[in-house]
């Protein structure tokens, strides 16, 4: 399969429909999920999509070192260059792995501030294109809406997209009454797209649960396999 074809065909298209468009730029998309179910993959999945696209993505973590990240971003991409037969795999490869930054950060050691003053640094000002930004390991109970909304400022004024991990203790599924979890329900006023994974037997469903201003769909018909790792059609 040629890359154009990997993209066409990705169930990432899917998501950008039922989302009208994605979280597109400026706007801030959150993966919600307990520990260990998924969000990692969800997101390194998305940004894979995104660099097949020619795009040029930073992850930044909170919660691994850029090795582990790194490991991620490999497994991903050889399941799906081994799945989908892709054409020229090596070099595909190596143009994604210029296409992406990595950063790891101490949550407790550093201010939302100085994080954002880094990503803007390594994008004005360090020539890194950047159309997408990972987060993950956003700590949404320790942090508050405040910080999060240096994100979306960052987001407006450079046009980026960027995803939220947030890991969910047992306790904190609990939905309020528009069906969001209650630990992140003060932080949608800056959220344009909400994914809650939800384990079912033999996958992991993709639920969403906020769409825009729109009336979310009830069924994306999209699953996370969680024996390959990556985000398929129902």
Known sequence: ??????????????????????????NIGIVAARQGVGKTACLVHLATDR???????????FASTPAHIISWYEDIFQELARRLNLENAMEEHDQLVKNRVIMSFNQEGVTMEMVVKSLRSMIADGGFAADCVIIDGFNFKKNSPAQLAVFKGLAGELGLEIWFSASLMDGDIVFDEQGFPTVLTPYLNDVAILIFLKPEQGHVKLELKKDHDNVPAQDMHLRLDPKILLITGA
């Open 1 to 26: 399969m040629v890359k154009s074809e990997l993209i066409k065909s990705s169930p990432l298209r899917i998501l950008e429909k039922s989302t009208h468009g994605g979280v597109g730029k400026g």
């Open 51 to 61: 660099l097949f696209q020619g795009k040029h993505v930073i992850h930044v973590s």
